[in-house]
């Protein structure tokens, strides 16, 4: 499952660029479900059919991730940008950052009186060209960047950019492979523009009004140096959300995912995210309402080019995902 | 069961966002029996459904008020048996060092918002507000007992039973909005002794406190022709603008501006011009606050309109009210409603 | 009679229409669009539906074009017992704009003026500190409440008393451009017929939350839409060259992203594409800052592709703004190319 981790998080695909990542989640899963179609704000939606007994289920992790997007470039050829999701600009110092068509750049600052004065506006990419005319031989006004990090393989544990969200479609891949005989007709959607505003999941939703709607998302942990506090730590299983900004999970699809859990002998942990949200906190408001939940990874440094998972969690969230679609589900 | 009992018993219960079964089955047998019929939505929206004479298809009048109250959420238990706590909806803080609460954790326990006693603090300290992060709930356990009965994610609430102040004030916790649930009560009873045409969906919403989410899925399934949200709104005290509060004991407040729909509040107005029932306005140029603001822009949009029950100290466990601008609310819904024939569609038409 | 935007624009531009207060505006579209489309409705919201029937035959698609009606202003909110008004934003307004300005109030457009104390009355350390929208008041000339409440009532409307004019070369100054030159653009090109189902939205209540569009784009369900704006142009003194978001003369903007929506990459290619065509100057919006119709339109149900055209305009959101008439001029006819090829078939949706 790791090379399939990394061939997910070394893809570009900053929310509203997603065509590679999808292309390869396509490619990935074709042959393994009964439909595939693209909607028209680019969601990845399979479909795996159940044997008709079961309920309608959507399962969602966002193949987007944050990034960068170009809006000015100046006489000499560096390239001044907004955020495309929630970019800390500490983060990005020093950062590289890679476009859709590979060009690669490195981020600056102006000079600052204080590292505190750091904001985006006050930084640039530079691509290494001296004019306007040959930065836009490279690169235009518009044009997205990711943060351009390769994954490291740290044994139990694994680092890389963009673990948020590309290990949760990884999860998705894996569970919707290992599916052999479904009550539920599954809904397995790969989402959009998660980062800005839970966007696919919202139309996606809509269009397909699911009885149950889990998300795979990644989580934070209190169990680093000085952290905040937060009972969720690497290693601890998969994490069941209870609440976060977006959505307070509906009792009983809490009480399934945990139940499922123990019944299966698979490690979880109860998680409550302070700030933050997930596509489930779109799909619950669809319609007439959709009980919901959020299965979520935990996740060191979200939101930086060293996020990093428990291949043990990673397992956990599979077998899960895997164990409460093998049986019926009364919601 | 008067409003005072009815208010009493559903403020005893905890229903915080997310989590108001045992309330919602109080306010379902009550708004049940007076409606004649009521269901539960896919969120635990209650919705009590009044049928009116008129012929199919008839007029769906929706009123709202939100069952849910604000409180804490467990985020980890520390050692020691010490519990780590954060918000669900809009809490301050500051209201919280030295409230008892309780804990639902496998049962209920009792437990303290615990404080630095003043002998031990730094007057610098003393001075400033304490951080949602430095505080902590005492439940008198060492950490293996708490575990055994306490899990991150459990609800926490505040202990406050209703406190009778003098004539018609009433003072506790979650009258924002248990209040407006007992507006639907008194509604729902005088439109027993009325003839309406219209449909009334009486609705006791879900997680109004955390984004009117509620709100937004019970109309969606409704899709009513008129929504009314009830809910509180500031009452005037010392220290706060009195454009920004409204009097307690005379009224109820009316919303105007863009959350309201003209045609709805002026019928609103009449009604309580007939039943001679006093009306405060609440100037709002945007977002109202309520349920309305969700409402009004569901599927192809609601006509909305806002009535509040003045109150003072809101979002704290001594919030303060008057029943008697409570029953005022519900008599001029009552009235509103019954007044309500076909020809409202007509009339709620901007061209 | 032909509809220009830049001849109806004036008449838009002055009147008052605050957000849940556009019914002067839409009567005013009502009457300027009326003969030229097959159905005008009013909505739940008061958004102002015009549908032209498409011209061809056989299944059709459906474009929903939205500008919208409202503008930022004031609402009377109490009246002092000294005749006074006390007053609440609606929309978004930098304090700091509101004092020793003049105003209309109510349906009735009484003048009253935003006054400040005098530079003699206040203190050194005062004049640095901004003064708070709470601490101003509106003086019409009453001189007791009982006076004011003859003609005034809570919740009256307010908004700036600024003349529509000519001003500096080729360009013209007035209040609300924001969006009432989006207004303009999209009664102009109502007056033309289309192979599609045409659905041209005056929006209500854009300015507090995009409202209009929520419920206007459920009930049309378009196929594609797009938001006509009047949006922020700061090329300005005090503002580096990458902080201008557009910049005036600079041909309409075509939006990248903002907080409510990312703009469809291939319609955004189709404009530029058609602009370099038709030697029509263009730009970028160069911020990420603010959001539009656009994003309800492209969300709702299943969603939908949408772009956003905007005309650039200095000091929006404040008593008076500008825009260049070739902008204008520009806007308007890279949106009837836009549609001509939309028409034809040439815009892969």
């Known amino acids: 499952m790791k090379a399939l981790i990394k061939s997910f998080v070394e893809t570009y695909g900053p929310a509203g660029s997603e065509e590679q990542i999808r292309s390869l989640i396509e490619a990935e899963i074709s042959g393994h479900v009964d439909e595939v179609r693209t909607d028209a704000l680019g969601n990845l939606i399979a479909v795996k059919k159940g044997d008709g007994s079961g309920i309608k289920v959507m399962l969602a992790a966002h193949m987007d991730e944050i990034g960068l997007i170009v809006t000015h470039i100046d006489d000499k050829g560096f390239l001044r940008f907004n955020s495309v999701g929630g970019v800390s600009p500490h983060v990005l110092l020093g950062q590289r950052v890679i476009f859709g068509n590979g060009v690669v750049g490195a981020v600056g600052a102006e000079k600052l009186d204080h590292i505190k004065d750091l904001r985006l506006d006050k930084m640039y990419i530079d691509i290494g060209a001296d004019s306007k005319g040959e930065a836009e031989e490279r690169v235009r006004v518009g044009h997205t960047c990711a943060i351009h990090r390769f994954m490291d393989d740290l044994g139990s544990r694994v680092v890389s950019k963009a673990m948020d969200d590309r290990i949760a479609c990884a999860v998705l891949v894996e569970a919707l492979k290992r599916i052999d005989g479904t009550p539920h007709d599954v809904y397995f959607v790969f989402t959009v523009q998660e980062e800005v505003g839970l966007r696919g999941a919202r139309t996606a939703a809509y269009s397909i009004d699911p009885d149950l709607g889990i998300a795979i998302d990644v989580t934070r942990t209190g169990d680093t140096p000085e952290s905040i506090t937060m009972d969720v730590r690497l290693g601890g299983g998969a994490a069941i959300k209870v609440k976060d900004s977006s959505m307070i999970t509906h009792p009983k699809v809490k009480r399934l995912l945990a139940d499922t859990a123990e019944a299966g002998g698979i490690p979880y942990q109860f998680e409550v995210l302070e700030h933050g949200g997930t596509d489930a906190g779109a799909i619950h408001l669809s319609r007439q309402g959709v009980p919901s939940g959020t299965i979520s990874i935990p996740c060191r440094y979200i939101h930086t080019p060293t996020e990093m998972i428990d291949m043990g969690d990673v397992k956990a969230c599979v077998d899960l995902v895997v164990a409460v679609l093998s049986e019926p589900i009364d919601i | ?351 | 009679m032909a509809i220009k935007a830049l001849d109806i624009l004036p008449k838009l531009s002055e009147a008052p229409g605050i957000s849940g207060r556009e019914e002067e505006v839409r009567n005013i579209l009502r009457e300027i669009v009326g003969d030229h489309v097959d159905e005008l409705k009013g909505d739940t919201l008061g958004n102002l539906i015009a549908y032209k029937q498409g011209t061809a035959s056989g299944d059709r698609i459906k474009v929903m074009i939205a500008a919208h009606m409202d503008e930022v202003g004031l609402m009377v909110s109490a009246i002092e017992k000294n005749g006074l008004l006390k007053f609440k934003k609606v929309g978004g307004i930098d304090d700091r704009v509101l004092v020793s300005k003049t105003v209309f109030v109510g349906p009735q457009r009484l003048p009253g003026v935003i006054g400040a104390k005098a530079i003699h009355l206040q203190k050194p350390a005062e004049r640095k500190k901004v003064i708070e929208y709470k601490q101003l008041y509106i003086d019409l000339g009453f001189t007791s409440k009982e006076e004011a409440e003859k003609k005034v009532s809570l919740g009256d409307p307010v908004v700036f008393a600024t003349e529509f004019a000519n001003f500096g070369k080729g360009l013209v100054k007035g209040k609300a451009f924001d969006d009432r030159v989006g207004c303009a653009l999209l009664a102009q090109v109502l007056q033309d017929s289309y192979p599609f189902d045409l659905y041209g939205v005056f929006t209500v209540q854009e300015e507090v939350g995009l409202r209009g569009a929520v419920v206007s784009a459920y009930a049309v369900e378009p196929d594609i839409g797009i938001a006509l704006e009047g949006t922020t142009c700061a090329d300005i003194p005090e503002s580096k060259p990458h902080g201008h978001a557009t910049t005036l003369g600079g041909g309409p903007a075509i939006s990248l992203m903002d907080r409510t929506s990312i703009g469809n990459k291939r319609l955004i290619e189709t404009l530029m594409r058609l602009a370099e065509r038709e030697g029509i100057p263009y730009q970028f919006r160069r911020t990420t800052a603010g959001g539009n119709d656009a994003g309800p339109i492209h969300m709702s149900k299943a969603g939908r592709p949408a772009v956003t055209l905007s005309v650039p305009c200095r000091y929006i959101h404040s008593p008076v703004s500008v825009i260049d008439t070739e902008d204008l001029a520009n806007a308007g006819r890279l949106l009837k190319v836009f549609l001509d090829e939309l028409g034809k078939g040439g815009v892969e949706l």
């Not at chain 2, 069952?67 to 706590?85: C, N, P, S, W, Y």
């Not at chain 2, 293996?144 to 406190?163: C, N, P, Q």
């Not at chain 2, 004030?169 to 005088?190: N, P, S, Y």
Request: net charge negative; with cysteine.
């Open chain 2, 1 to 351: 069961m008067d409003n005072r009992e009815f208010l009493r018993s559903l403020v005893q219960e905890a229903g915080i966002s997310g989590y108001e079964d045992r309330v919602a089955d109080i306010v379902a047998d009550e708004l049940g029996r007076l409606a004649g019929d009521v269901r539960r939505d896919k969120l635990g929206n209650v919705i009590a459904l009044k049928r009116g004479s008129g012929p199919e298809p008839r007029v769906k009048v929706m009123v709202a008020a939100h069952m849910d109250e604000i409180g804490l959420m467990v985020t980890k238990i520390e050692d020691r048996g010490f519990i780590r706590f954060t918000t669900v909806g809009g809490v301050d803080q500051r209201t919280l060092p030295g409230q008892e609460v309780v804990v639902h954790g496998e049962q209920p326990l009792v437990g303290i918002i615990g404080v630095k006693p003043p002998h031990l603090l730094s007057p610098e300290e003393r001075q400033k507000a304490m951080k949602m992060e430095e505080l902590f709930i005492d439940v008198g356990l060492n950490e293996e007992e708490a575990r055994k009965v306490i899990r991150v994610g459990d609800l926490i609430s505040l202990r406050r039973d209703l406190v009778e102040l003098d004539g018609s004030f009433v003072a506790g916790k979650a009258l924002d909005d248990r209040a407006g649930v007992t507006v639907l009560r008194q509604c729902l009873e005088d439109l027993n002794r009325l003839d309406h045409r219209a449909d009334l969906y009486a609705v006791a919403t879900v997680q109004e406190e955390v984004g009117l989410r509620g709100a937004i899925v019970s109309t969606y399934g409704i899709s009513p022709d008129i929504g009314i949200a009830i809910d509180v709104c500031h009452g005037d005290m010392p220290g706060v603008s009195p454009e920004d509060t409204s009097e307690m004991g005379k009224g109820p407040a009316l919303a105007l501006g863009g959350n309201v729909h003209p045609k709805v509040r002026e019928r609103l107005v009449a009604a309580a011009g007939e039943l001679n029932i006093n009306i405060q306005t609440e100037v709002a140029p945007g977002a109202t606050g309520t349920d309305a603001w969700a409402m009004q822009v569901v599927r192809a949009g609601v006509p909305t309109a806002v009535v509040s029950i003045p109150q003072r100290y809101m979002h704290t466990s001594v919030e303060t009210l008057s029943l008697a601008d409570v029953k005022a609310a519900g008599r001029l819904l009552a009235y509103f409603v019954a007044l309500v024939d076909e020809g409202i569609r007509e009339e709620l038409k901007w061209l």
